[in-house]
């Protein structure tokens, strides 16, 4: 017997898969309840039963979204060898999604939240504190450049990592924007060129 409220064939990653592409596209604030049970093929009753709150499925959302479209970022600082390599193909892997004609524009983490209310604080300030990881993440990556020898002694991976946020959120406006692949690219060749002065 199907779980009451619960439809028969109701499968939870795909429709939170969808949810994902909803705040994604419309932001917190722009996603309406209605907007995502149409996307995700549930009823209301079904998305309470299955994820909580219209808040809590957007932090199921924000999860999933670090696990595949957004986890660009993470894998680069984790795996290129030089920090140099790791902010080359973070930045050039996320413009590659930024624009995919098949996903929403830009990066959820950065757009879903650029609009609030005080009474979605709380979401605004999840959002803000997932890009303060970021920036963390890229400082940690510059440290351990300097640490292997590949940056410059004294180099300020602070500043730096400061930049190369501030570059990654900017890219993401602009994609929303519709600024194509190849601007976004020029304006990541400039941005290399701050790095490559710190370079060994």
Known sequence: ?????????FDRDVALRRAMEVFWERGYDGASMTD???????????????FGDKEALFRAAVELYGRTEGSRTAR????????????????????????????PHGCMVVLAGATYTTRTAAVREFLVEARRHTTADI??????????????????SAALAA???????????????DVDHAELSATVDSALQVLSAATT
Do not use: H, W
């Open 139 to 156: 400082r940690a990556r510059l440290d351990r450049g300097v640490a292997d020898g590949d940056l410059k002694p004294g180099t300020d």
């Open 76 to 103: 680069a600082l984790r795996e290129e060898p030089t920090a140099y390599a790791a902010i080359e193909a973070m930045l050039r892997d996320n413009i590659t999604v930024y624009t995919d004609p098949g996903l």
């Open 36 to 50: 995502l049970t149409t996307a995700m093929g549930i009823n209301s009753p079904s998305l309470y039963a299955a």
């Open 163 to 177: 930049f190369y946020s501030t570059v990654l959120f900017g890219l993401s406006i602009q994609a929303r924007d």
């Open 1 to 9: 017997m199907a779980e009451r409220g619960r439809p028969r064939g």
